[in-house]
């Protein structure tokens, strides 16, 4: 779980980043502010892993702030989240991983955090143990709501019309994660990439079919009993993997 802290002299502002931070049940709000002043010793008591920072408030204003917060011992890392895209060059001089424009929407926010949860990855910063990096985090469309898949649960991920579709038994949901990215966050086995835009889970596959030389056909276990069809190297892949049966 990423551990924030929000500084924004908005009430209603800072009750609605809560809100969409919370949602993506990734993050814990530990602490909110409405002035720099009180954003700096909050951050040095509480020492999150991440500050949420409106630019223009009470002195001193966001930019001043994080120019602060790198001096901590412990350094949160930064996000700004403000109405004025004018700021944008400065933010980044003081290192901000990301920087919202209000009003934002839901995707930008998971969007932020998983840029937050690559940087924190690293450093092991973000609190929390193997078992959430065996969920994988998308969003509903029909309800808005994120869920945690656990990665046993992914039948396949694949690249559909620029979308990476995750899909489940039961469903699929859209993802703004790249392929490549989805790969790393599923790991090896059981899970294989038989071409460039798909990756499945082998002990979800209930069939295979040979279409040719070094061509094969999937059909997987889900709802639609969805078929995916290999390349010539995820061809090798899946010999290869059916060779150990």
Sequence with gaps: ????????????????????????????????LEDGASGLASCALTRPDVAFLDIEMPGPDGLALAGSLLALPRPPLVVFVTGYAGHAIDAFRVEAVDYLLKPFEPDQIFETVRRLEHRLAPRGEASGGGA???RIQVRDPASGVFLMIPRRSVVAALRKRRRTWIHTASAAYPSHEALSRVGLLLGGEP???????????????????????????????????TRVETSRSGAAT????????
């Design 132 to 134: 959430e990096r065996e």
């Design 238 to 245: 899946l010999a290869e993997r059916l060779r150990r049966i």
């Design 1 to 32: 779980m990423i551990r924030a802290v929000i500084v924004e002299d908005e009430p209603l502002a800072r009750q609605h980043l809560r809100q969409a931070l919370e949602s993506t049940g990734c993050v814990e709000v530990v602490d909110e």
């Design 191 to 225: 899970f294989l990439q038989i071409s460039r835009d798909s990756i499945v889970n082998f002990d979800e596959v209930d069939e295979v079919r040979r279409l040719g030389d070094r061509h094969y056909e999937v059909v997987l276990r889900d709802a639609n009993g």
